[in-house]
């Protein structure tokens, strides 16, 4: 559906090279760290930025030399760029008309949208009378008002606060779902990446560092900086695997690696971290610290010593 | 530290005390600056000049600050503005030891309180090069054609002072009624009116870019062309149209401002711009002629001409009708009212 | 005590000293005449009809023409910056050399070939030539911070015509609305260029003003026609104020407009250039004037400029250049902090003094001239009473400017400030000044140039020792010469030139808004 060809973009000091592709329907989250250049990745594929080599592929066609206006993709900014001047019913219809659409079928789409959003009570508020996650739900309706073939996200929930985050991450994934829209989003948050899509790319100082779902992302890092960057604590260096009995290494020991209990090695609580549900114990076992997380019952008190066993099912060597 | 302050103040006094003479003149007042460099040195007095405008404004700025005035001196009142002066009652009388050797047909107010420093006459200045194989015009009759007509740029008489002499040169020659007549034909014929001298012989003269070969402006700018061409010219390359009545004498004079509290200064003051050094210096700086008889004249001069018989008007006449005359003209040459309609009118 | 309290306090004293008390005096000379008599008098109801005319067609005109060129000027490309400067040089350029300019171009005789003079056609033209750089900052300060908007108006399928259309122009209608007014109220009261260009037909308000006061001494006349040009002024005011409150959008912190690059970059500057190359032919013909003497290529107009000053009266360059800059810098010593107590005041709330601003705008400057002289007869022709001047003219035009920069920061800012233990005081200085600076500079930039252009100067009896560029212009173009006549337009070109580099120079921070 959306395809980047061996795309080079320059900056003075910068470089992102991509080739990748979406498939009709997907949603892709593009993750990285801020700098990695994910978002110019999305600029060049709605035409904002002009790529140095490589083409733009849309539903087949090539639209490199095409400007933003003529590509039919939907752009939802990170401060939402809303149009000051308009009301929030105008805002959405903006796209409609610029394509051209009947006034009724217009007020049709505006009105459907914004019963969806939950917006019906705002229509003719202007931007600057709405709070963040009302913002956030109008830039999302005027994206999609003219039922573009794919919608690109700049950070979507970047600016909003967690709880509405949570909210606002389910209700985007029930839009995205029910738009049938092929999506690509940028964000540096992996739970947004891993809630919210179905393919992860992960995008480190401008190159491509590892895709695949969520899961296998997750469970199978490539390197010892996607792991970490994916949230993985217990990333052990080949001397601090050795130090505990395993070989090779880098080693990651995905979650349920640790058993506290009874085994050979034996280990300290020694920091204790209450999450509600559940708690983090961050152990020292042989120099090497770990973590280990889990419901507050099998928790090992903080300062008691204990013993472990490591599941070598559970352990993944990934590249230094 | 004390014994600098002990110098330092009375050398502060003593120059806050020397004493400053405010002279207020129009803005086409002119004199060399070691002219005025020798006056402050022999007599200690400071002089300050305040600009205030043409000479109608410089006037009207002294009357409207007749209770407190804004100078000591005023320079720059001419004949067409001298009644007014004189009937505002802003001058003191002073008979200056210089009055006997100044011509004395310049003289025109009896009480001594405007005292004649400088005159000069506004005619009609034509452009040799264009004229070159044509006939000039040579008499108002000429002028009103519209073959000439459709060659003269002029001053608007509201707003400029030569527009104004112009005006009343054509008053004194052609009568009351005559010349709103010769007014109009000049409208119909397409004259070009400029709101000062400056726009009219810079903007509209032919030689400076303009399609006007006849400019109302002064007998002397033919030399002022020779002396401000650096050598170029060694022959006036244009000339003073003068049949007689064609030119307007225009003198100006000096006054002290009723209220001074340095009439003594005042009086060195007056003095000295009637003496024979400034006198001799005036011609090159303001292109008029000193009053002063024995004052010599620069060489550039030949090339200024002194018309046998200017146009005149007593500056009571004057005074009495400028603005009548003044408004008669706008009827006619403004906004395009008939000379017959404006004449049945004044009655 | 709100912290507007002591800004409004300033203002108004100011105000009380600089403008009503003097012009109250001059009206309170002559209210026995009424206005009807004014306005019974046909031809003075001409005078109005035809202000009226000419400050609405003005308004028009300029913003036909602004709008396709900030169309392009919203884009970065090469020489961008200097044509901007370059279109607020006539800004600053006396009356007398702008007309001569438009005389040697479309008068009967001009370059043009097309004879144009005393047809109003000549005087909207020099209009447009006066008002449009003017309108293109202010419009262009306001799409300084739109660019994220014109991105998400491109991928909802508006092209970029269309984005400009229908985002950047509505955007920018209060700075537009700003630019058309300004450009109202100096077409309207404006004096010498309808009186030069067109003849005496087309004489203006101001025009009948300045006879009536200072050539016949007619207060009551004068007075009546104040009062009624002030009224006009007044209400067009209260209408841009309006507009300004229901067009005003608040935009993100001004961004670098995008870069147009390559050949299409080129195309742009091509347009732009060439119409200005239009637009200011008359400045360019003052130009090849200052060169050509009657008998072809000459220099002697500039080898003039070296010459020592001879007369008392006649300023030597030097001397006019450093007078020019002297005044300039003590203007703006004035305007500027009274501008930014101004522009403080209304930000943080005093609402009506954002109509007292205006004032000075609207005030002929011929009644004002003597309403000082009645008022201050002691300080006669002082240094303060002409610094006063220049102040009273050149603040309303640095305080909008501020103003509009403050109106686009951050309200958090402050707050945040505060919080951290700032009071007002420390906050200006520690948050918002530094924040405001390239708005300073943009608005220094804008009151240097009406002091150098010197609308103030008219206002006070003048002193030869105080002669700027503009004063030494007219002395030389007081006398007869073709060495005088080149020489003024050597003092023209130099003249546009140090109001240009002020513009480049200062202006470079941000825009005006």
Same mark, same amino acid.
């Given at each position: 559906m959306l395809a980047w060809r061996n795309v080079v973009v320059r900056y003075p000091g910068f470089e992102l090279r991509l080739d990748l592709e979406v498939a009709r329907g997907e949603t892709l989250a593009l993750l990285g760290p801020s700098g990695s250049g994910k978002s110019s990745a999305l600029r060049v594929a709605a035409g904002l930025e002009r790529p140095s080599a490589g083409r733009i592929f849309l539903g087949g066609r090539d639209v490199t030399d095409l400007p933003p206006e003529r590509r039919g993709v939907g752009f939802v900014f990170q401060d939402y760029a809303l149009f000051p001047h308009l009301t929030v019913e105008k805002n959405v219809a903006f796209g409609l008309e610029e394509r051209g659409w009947e006034r009724a079928r217009i007020r049709r789409r505006v009105g459907e949208l914004l019963a969806r959003m939950g917006l019906e009570a705002h229509a003719? @508020? @202007?931007?600057?009378?709405?709070?963040g996650g009302e913002r956030q739900r109008v830039a999302l309706a005027r994206a999609l008002a003219p039922e573009p073939e794919v919608l690109l996200l700049d950070e979507p929930l970047g600016a909003l606060d967690l709880r509405l985050r949570e909210r606002l991450m389910l209700e985007l994934r029930r839009v995205l779902e029910g738009e049938k829209v092929t999506a690509v989003f940028v964000t540096h948050d992996q739970t947004e990446a891993f809630v919210l899509s179905q393919r992860v790319a992960i995008v480190k100082n401008g190159r491509l560092m590892q895709q695949g779902a969520p899961e296998a992302v997750f469970e199978w890092p490539a390197d010892v900086w996607t792991a970490r960057f994916l949230g993985h604590k217990n990333v052990l260096a080949p001397e601090e695997a050795a130090a505990l009995g395993l070989v090779g290494g880098p080693l990651v020991l995905l979650p349920g690696a640790l058993r506290p209990g009874a085994g050979e090695i034996e280990a300290r609580a020694a920091e204790w971290l209450f999450y509600g549900p559940r708690v983090g114990v961050w152990l020292e076992a042989r120099g090497v610290r770990l973590y280990w997380e889990g419901p507050a019952a099998e928790a090992p008190a903080e300062g008691a010593s204990l013993r472990l066993t490591i599941d070598p099912a559970r352990v993944v060597e990934v590249r230094p | 530290m004390l014994k600098k302050l002990l110098i330092i103040v009375p050398l502060v006094f003593s120059l806050s005390l020397a004493e400053t003479l405010t002279v207020l003149t129009h803005s086409s007042f002119a004199l060399s600056k070691d002219v005025i460099a020798s006056f402050e040195q022999e007599t200690g007095i400071k002089l300050r000049f305040i600009e205030g405008g043409d000479a109608g404004e410089t006037l009207n700025k002294a009357i409207l600050s007749k209770g407190a005035p804004i100078a000591d001196v005023i320079y720059g009142i001419d004949n067409t503005f001298l009644s007014r002066a004189l009937a505002a009652g802003i001058l003191e009388r002073y008979s200056t030891p210089a009055i006997a050797q100044l011509q004395s047909r310049f003289l025109l107010d009896p009480t001594l309180t405007a005292l004649p420093v400088d005159y000069g006459y506004v005619a009609i200045n034509y452009d040799k090069d264009y004229f070159k194989g044509k006939p000039l015009p040579q008499s108002w009759d000429d002028l009103a054609k519209p073959e000439y007509a459709k060659l003269l740029a002029i001053e608007n008489p509201a707003t400029s002072s030569p527009g104004l002499a112009f005006l009343l040169a054509t008053v004194a020659s052609l009568g009351e009624d005559g010349y709103l007549k010769f007014w109009q034909a000049l409208r119909d014929g397409g004259v070009k009116v400029a709101p000062g001298w400056s726009e009219a012989y810079f903007a509209h003269f032919t030689r400076y870019g303009g399609d006007r070969p006849l400019v109302v402006s002064y007998t002397t700018s033919p030399a002022a062309e020779v002396y401000f061409s650096e050598g170029r010219y060694s022959q006036p390359p244009t000339g003073n149209l003068l049949w007689p009545g064609a030119s307007f004498l225009q003198v100006e004079f000096v006054g002290i401002l009723k209220g001074t509290k340095h009439r003594a200064a005042a009086e060195k003051f007056v003095d000295w711009l009637l003496s024979k050094p400034v006198q001799e210096d005036i011609p090159l700086n303001m292109w008029v002629w000193p009053v002063r008889r024995d004052a010599a004249l620069p060489d550039v001069f030949k090339f200024a001409e002194r018309p046998l018989h200017p146009a005149e008007l007593s500056p009571e006449t004057i005074a009495k009708n400028r603005e009548r005359w003044i408004s008669e003209w706008e009827a006619v040459v403004v906004r395009g009212q008939s000379a017959e309609e404006v004449i049945s009118r004044r009655k | 005590m709100r912290p507007s309290r002591p800004a409004t306090l300033l203002v108004l004293a100011f105000l009380a000293v600089a403008l009503f008390w003097p012009l109250g005096l001059v009206i309170g000379r002559g209210v026995e005449y009424g206005l009807s008599a004014v306005l019974a008098d046909s031809y003075l109801r001409g005078r109005l009809g035809w202000s009226l005319a000419f400050g609405a067609g003005s308004s028009l005109l300029v913003v036909f023409f602004a709008v396709p060129l900030v169309y392009l000027l919203r884009y970065r490309f090469p020489g961008r910056d200097a044509l901007v400067a370059l279109s607020m040089v006539p800004f600053v350029l006396p009356t007398l050399v702008v007309a001569t300019g438009l005389l040697a171009w479309a008068g009967p005789r001009g370059l043009l070939g097309l004879d144009l003079s005393e047809t109003p056609w000549i005087l909207f033209w020099g209009s447009l030539l006066y008002n449009l750089g003017m309108t293109l900052r202010l419009v262009l300060g306001v799409l300084g911070g739109s660019g994220r908007l014109v991105e998400a108006a491109r991928t909802l399928g508006a092209g970029s015509w269309r984005s400009f259309w229908r985002v950047e122009l509505p955007l920018a209608a209060g700075a537009l609305a700003a630019g058309a007014g300004l450009t109202f109220v100096y077409s309207f009261s404006s004096f010498g260029l309808p009186l030069i260009l067109g003849g005496p037909r087309y004489a203006t308000l101001e025009v009948e003003i300045y006879r009536a006061l200072l050539q016949r001494l007619a207060f009551g006349e004068a007075a009546a026609l104040i009062l009624v040009q002030t009224a006009v002024l007044a209400l067009v005011s209260l209408g841009y104020l309006y507009a300004q409150r229901r067009l005003a959008v608040r935009t993100a912190a001004a961004a670098p407009p995008p870069r147009l690059g390559g050949a299409r970059g080129w195309v742009a500057f091509a347009l732009v250039a060439g119409f200005f190359a239009l637009l200011y032919a008359p400045l360019w013909t003052l130009v090849l004037r200052s060169f050509w003497g009657p008998e072809g290529f000459s220099l002697a107009g500039w080898a003039a400029l070296a010459r020592p000053q001879a007369s008392y009266f006649a300023p030597s360059a030097a001397q006019a250049i450093y007078n020019t800059l002297r005044f300039t810098l003590l203007a703006l010593l004035v305007a500027a902090p009274l501008g930014f107590a101004y522009a403080y005041g209304v930000w943080k709330g005093a609402r009506t003094l954002d109509l007292l601003g205006f004032l000075p705008l609207l005030v002929s400057p011929v009644s004002l001239a003597v309403g000082y002289l009645l008022a201050y007869p002691g300080l006669r022709a002082s240094l303060v009473l002409l610094v006063m001047a220049y102040a009273l003219i050149a603040y309303p035009l640095f305080a909008r400017t501020v103003l509009a920069a403050m109106r686009r920061l951050p309200p958090g800012l402050a707050e945040a400030a505060r919080t951290l233990g700032a009071g007002p005081a420390r906050v200006l200085w520690r948050v918002e000044l530094p924040l405001l600076r390239p708005a300073l500079g943009a608005a220094a930039a804008l009151a240097a140039a009406v002091t150098i252009g010197e609308f103030g100067a008219t206002l006070v009896l003048a002193r030869p020792e105080w002669a700027t560029l503009t004063v030494a212009i007219y002395e030389r173009l007081g006398k007869p010469g073709i060495v005088n006549y080149q020489e003024a337009m050597a003092l023209a070109v130099v003249l546009g030139l140090l109001a240009g580099g002020v513009f480049w120079g200062l202006g470079r921070g941000g825009e005006v808004g």
């Open positions: 003719r @508020k @202007k931007p600057d009378q709405l709070s | - | -």
